[in-house]
């Protein structure tokens, strides 16, 4: 989709301060991408308006978080459930998507039918929820914003497997199978299972971004008359340029099911852009997370980061300093240049090489990619001291961090609606992150 979009160059510095807020919208968990950003406001002094999710009681109704809940987080939060999506939102004649799935047991995951009627209404009843939801947040975030405040919203809402038993047993297959055990990701994506993870995905991950940009546009013309700015950025995946031996290659993950999604958050983006609204979408590079975990593999094109390092990266004693910690985290016979060279094999694979085809993407995975991409994350992990302490987990908060720092000096000057951050431009500011 589009054309490829890449920022190559550390933006200047940005100019938010102790006046200004930071408003996430969507739940902050530990190790993902939207540390980095908060990281980044706290060291600026910006003011932080976090928000929820919500929770579900023992009814699967949704609530705000409990008095004990809220004194494990951050403050000030905004707390109105903001959950998305709609796999437990009832019909009209009352089932919800997941009712619907309730006894279908794994080996019959691919014949299992849905009433897409009934789906529909749920998906429209969860929009409706979700809208309303946002609606009342903005009410009270507006009290929460100082009148002389430039205000940066980062929408990190993503994700949304319908949570019906059968369906991360499916998917598991699907990510991490092989053998007996590998399912294509095509045949589960064009079943009925499938298909309902498709509209989850769109309401959670795309249409999200949508509802906070419609619906906030009267606080946002209020600010903007008082003469301050607002700016919206979102974490996206679309692939990522990794240095491979001596040239940067886009390549991505796959199957990444998720995809369709990312692709409808950059069209809102471009949407709202040719509006005038000051909104872009970051294409991340692959992290390892504790959402991330269910993807074998995702890790693999970590390791490139290395060598991007080694090449961009003008602060070398910093290098040389994440190199030794991650060097101390392998067995003795092994070293950093034998994960190197075992990557560019993995990515000169003609099997692999199928994957780096911009045009293509979202690709679906086929089992001699899935056997190649497990073997080779195996092996890698292999050589660890301990699955516990892992190099990817280093590099993972080099991301992050270095993404962090991009989104918010872009924002004020954003300039495109959506941007891809490569290993290019993540080691050229992993120097100056302590500045």
């Known amino acids: 989709m589009g054309t490829y979009h890449p920022l190559r160059d550390v933006p200047q510095r940005h100019k938010y301060g102790s006046g200004d807020v930071l408003v996430v919208f969507g739940e902050l968990f530990q190790r993902g991408y939207a540390n980095g950003i908060v990281d980044e406001a706290k060291k600026a002094g910006m003011k932080i308006i976090y928000s929820t999710v919500g929770r579900r009681d023992e009814n699967l109704q949704l609530r ?59 998906q429209k009843a969860g929009r409706i929820r979700f809208r309303k939801a946002v609606q009342d947040y903005l009410v009270q975030l507006e009290k929460e914003i100082p009148e002389s405040a430039n205000v940066l919203f980062v929408h990190t809402m993503a994700g949304g497997f319908p949570r019906a038993k059968v369906v991360m047993p499916a998917a598991n297959r699907v990510f991490k199978g092989s053998g007996p055990r590998y399912f294509s990701s095509q045949t589960f994506w064009e079943s009925d299972i499938g298909r309902l993870c498709e509209r989850n995905f769109q309401e959670v991950t795309g249409e999200t971004l949508y509802h906070l940009l419609d619906l906030s546009s009267e606080l946002r013309n209020k600010i903007e008359g008082r003469g301050r700015t607002v700016r919206y950025v979102s974490y996206g995946y679309h692939g990522t340029e990794i240095l491979m031996k001596d040239h940067y290659q886009w390549q991505s993950y796959a199957p990444y099911l998720q995809g369709w999604a990312k692709l409808r958050l950059e069209e809102i983006a471009k949407e709202f852009w040719e509006k005038g609204v000051q909104v872009s979408v970051f294409n991340a590079p692959e992290i390892l997370t504790n959402s991330s975990g269910i993807f074998l593999g995702v890790e693999v094109s970590l390791y490139p980061l290395i060598r991007a390092l080694k090449k961009e990266c003008e602060n070398k ?42 045009s293509t993407w979202p690709q679906h995975n086929f089992e001699t990619q899935m056997n190649l991409m497990r073997d080779t994350s195996s092996k890698f992990l292999e050589i660890h001291k301990s699955d516990k302490e892992l190099i990817v987990a280093n590099l993972s908060e080099v991301v992050f961090q270095a993404c962090g720092r991009l989104m918010i000096d872009r924002s004020q000057d954003l300039q495109s609606p959506v941007w891809w951050l490569g290993h290019d431009v993540i080691a050229k500011v992993f120097g100056q992150l302590d500045a």
């Open 317 to 358: 004693e910093k290098v040389d300093r994440l190199f030794q910690a991650c060097e101390a985290l392998l067995l003795e016979e092994h070293s950093l240049d034998e994960l190197l060279d075992g990557a560019d094999l993995y990515f000169a694979h003609p099997e692999i090489k199928k994957l780096t085809e911009f």
């Open 64 to 122: 705000c978080l409990t008095s004990d809940e809220l004194r494990e987080k951050e403050a000030p939060l905004v707390n109105v459930p903001l959950e998305a999506g709609f796999d437990l939102e009832p019909s009209k004649q009352g089932p919800s998507p997941v009712d619907q799935l309730k006894g279908i047991k794994l080996s019959h995951w691919e014949s299992a039918e849905l009433d897409f009627a009934q789906v529909e209404e749920s």
